[in-house]
């Protein structure tokens, strides 16, 4: 399957949010580094504890931060909440290519929650690596690919790199 053949219906972005959690995201924004961003953040998850747009928020919020364990949280709760989404495995380890060709002939809107499922699993991996979890983020990267075989994720690049320190520290 080709992750960026087709029409893009809804990005997570486009879906629509509480005002108030809009609100908390974009004032966090601008005190990003002041303690009122977390809180902001915080207030933002519990009016919206399943928006996609929280989720990538908070999980920049701790990336930025350097917060490695923080912010894998969230990517394995964004991982969660599209596996639902999807009808698909609530572990990624399960995940099956029969699953992801049922959803290539389903509706549009389906395929874009796909992708951004894997963009948070190759997040994840590239979470466990910098943790230092290399095995980890080996197989989930190894997981993309199988989907991706054209690797319009740029996940072989990574791989590679991820494969290379283990290999370093072994």
Partial sequence: MDLLD????????DEPIHP???QCIEQAAQ??????????LTRAYFLEPQHPLVLVALYRYFYYQHRYLDSLLVAERVLNLFAQRLTLSEQWQDLTEEQITQLDNAEKNRLTWLRFYLFALKGAAYLE????RYDNA???LKKVLLFDRNDRLGVKSLLTVLQNKRDEEV
Wanted: proline share 0%.
């Fill in 138 to 140: 080996i197989l989930r």
């Fill in 31 to 40: 005190t990003y580094g002041q303690t009122q961003a977390k809180t902001q």
């Fill in 20 to 22: 108030e959690a809009q």
């Fill in 129 to 132: 690596g910098r943790l230092g």
């Fill in 6 to 13: 087709f029409d893009v219906s809804q990005l997570y972005f």
